[in-house]
Every structure is written in structure tokens, then in C-alpha cells.
């Protein structure tokens, strides 16, 4: 069992910054692929970067040399860089651990799925 808290989340002015945090409470080594999700008011949960344990990385056209996702092993979180922030970025970001990302960066897929419960960006123009 592996729980994932995401933090980091806030308003903030186009243009501006944030870095998503995602704490497991265990080690995320043997977790094969972790993501970053969005849903935004009246639109579907959508992938915006996922990370292999390899390292190898997936953006949604929309955040690509804008976001950066990293993960550091050893304090077992996944950050989300986000830059040059637009109002269409507001949305529910979600972290997730497991399959459903595993599947979305095309690499075989084992063990459970583990969700956090969100955090809420708010970009203004």
C-alpha cells in the first residue's frame, strides 16, 4: 500500500511558477511510472507528464517546454515544475502511482494504482 499527498498548489499570476510536490510514504524505486493529471471544471482528467523509474519522460502537447517533471528517489517524491503558467493551466493536479500512468507512457503495467487527493492550482490573468 502506498500512499501519495500532493502539495504545492496555489494562486498564482500568468507568467508565474509552481512546484507540485508528491510524497509516497514509501519508496517509489520499484514504482514504474508516476504522473501528474489535471482535471479542470467541466473537462476530463488528463495526463500532463509522467516519468518512468528509467527516467524517460511524457508532456501533453500543451506544457511542453513549460513543465518539467523529476523524481527523486530517495526522499520518494515526484515534482512538477511548472513555468510560464496560463489561465487554461488551472485545474485539479492529481499524482498518480502506478498502472494508469504505466499504460499512458506505453511501458507494461503492474500492481495497484494509488491516487492522491489533488491540489488546486489557480493561474489569473
Known amino acids: 500500500q502506498v500512499q501519495v499527498v500532493e502539495s504545492g498548489g496555489g494562486l498564482v499570476q500568468a507568467g508565474g511558477s509552481l512546484r507540485l510536490s508528491c510524497a509516497a510514504s514509501?519508496?517509489?524505486?520499484?514504482?514504474?511510472?508516476m504522473g501528474w493529471y489535471r482535471q479542470a471544471p467541466g473537462k476530463q482528467r488528463e495526463l500532463v507528464a509522467g516519468?518512468?523509474?528509467?527516467?524517460?519522460?511524457k508532456y501533453v502537447d500543451s506544457v511542453k517546454g513549460r513543465f518539467t517533471i523529476s523524481r527523486d528517489n530517495a526522499k520518494h517524491t515526484v515534482y512538477l515544475q511548472m513555468n510560464s503558467l496560463k489561465p487554461e493551466d488551472t485545474a485539479h493536479y492529481y499524482c498518480n502511482a502506478g498502472p494508469t500512468t504505466a499504460r499512458a507512457m506505453g511501458i507494461i503495467p503492474y500492481g495497484m494504482d494509488y491516487w492522491g487527493k489533488g491540489t488546486l492550482v489557480t493561474v489569473s490573468s
Open positions: 514509501r519508496s517509489i524505486f520499484s514504482i514504474n511510472a
Open positions: 516519468i518512468t523509474s528509467g527516467g524517460p519522460t
